[in-house]
């Protein structure tokens, strides 16, 4: 009974030593950045050219802003300095993105929609929910 006891006392010690980490799929960010993702790819299949560096690079920016956020999550139980790092990352992959669809609209004569568009109003008031977006973007 005493090593049992010795075992909990353990277990316990580890879990306080190194804090939970993961969960990334409930975080917002982690839920956007995917749904970012799955628009890129087919913006970037029905409007630029797949053999074009910017395809690739629409598309990688936006797969690099879920992974380093699924990736920072993960290794938020070890180290907050590495998971601020690949959050910094993530960060930086989207505003690259962000720059990329700007560029696409301003090199067609296209207009930038201002925030308070109510295209994008309705984005901010749908839920976090990646169903809800995709529905809303198929049927707008």
Known sequence: M???TRTDTDNKMKSDLI???GGYRKLKSFQIAQLVY???VRFCDLYIDKRSRTHD???QAARSGVQNIAEGSQASSTSKKFELKLTNVARASLE???LDYEDFLRQRNLPLLAPEHPVLMRFKKAQCNTF???FI???S
Do not use: A, G
């Open 57 to 59: 690079q629409m598309v």
């Open 38 to 40: 799955d628009v890129t």
């Open 132 to 134: 809800t977006i995709k």
């Open 19 to 21: 804090s939970k980490h």
């Open 96 to 98: 690259e993105l962000r």
């Open 137 to 139: 973007l198929l049927f």
């Open 2 to 4: 005493d090593r049992l």
